[in-house]
């Protein structure tokens, strides 16, 4: 059974430009969540997607966007990029339909803002 | 305001060496705390769900216990390959946000 798969798993960017990262889940997953890793701050939630609907969000500013799709696949962007927006961005999934704790990541996508 | 803190931030254990990690949390209702592992470039791999105190789970080398503040996982003859970042993460009744705590980086030299 394939694994959740991020693409791309590595790019750079220049501040002010934007990005668009995309997660497709374990087949069957039907919840997919975003989270921002950062040496300091560790894994922080962005938000959490189930069956095409957010359905919590993290406190993150308003450039930083999500959206499922009817075959559960998820893209989130990030616009106008600044510097401490570089991180590495995981998606994970779960078959659960309320929100768990037990998920399954995918390996990231390592963003770089220059 | 959900918080989680995990100690110690490092640990360097000589192959065999039994130790403890914790994972300190405060939250208004907890629904469950979760143990991740993390290797380097990869993404977390989920380990244990406890959902309350006193409850016990155990996978190969490695116990999670939990109390109504705290838990530990308990490392017994760790090997090299144990070696990683452990993660904990608590679930809020209120929020349904997963918290996670910023890690242990576990090293163990043979």
């Known amino acids: 059974k394939a694994g959740v798969t991020q693409t791309p798993r590595y790019l750079i960017k220049t501040r002010g430009q934007q990005v668009t990262l995309s997660c497709s889940p374990i087949s069957g997953h039907r919840s997919v969540s975003w989270y921002q890793q950062t040496p300091g701050q560790g894994l922080q939630f962005l938000f959490e997607y189930f069956s095409e609907t957010q359905r919590n969000k993290g406190n993150f500013p308003g450039r930083f966007s999500g959206r499922q799709f009817s075959n559960s696949r998820s893209e989130m962007n990030v616009s106008t990029l600044e510097l401490g927006d570089s991180a590495l961005y995981l998606c994970?999934?779960?078959?659960?339909?309320?929100?768990?704790?037990?998920?399954?990541f995918g390996e990231g996508s390592r963003l770089t803002v220059l | 305001e959900d918080q989680v803190t995990q100690s110690p931030e490092a640990l360097r254990l000589q192959e065999g060496e039994s130790s403890s990690l914790n994972c300190s949390y405060t939250v208004s209702g907890l629904r469950g705390l979760f143990w991740y592992r993390q290797d380097p470039g990869k993404g977390p791999e989920f380990l244990f769900t406890l959902y309350s105190a006193g409850e016990e789970k155990e996978k190969e080398r490695l116990k999670a216990t939990l109390t109504k503040k705290e838990s530990f996982l308990h490392i017994t003859a760790p090997k090299p390959e144990d070696s990683a970042t452990y993660l904990c993460?608590?679930?809020?009744?209120?929020?349904?946000?997963?918290?996670f705590g910023t890690g242990t980086r576990l090293q163990v030299f043979p």
């Open positions: 993460a608590v679930l809020d009744y209120n929020t349904d946000k997963l918290i």
């Open positions: 994970a999934s779960s078959a659960r339909q309320g929100t768990t704790g037990e998920l399954f």
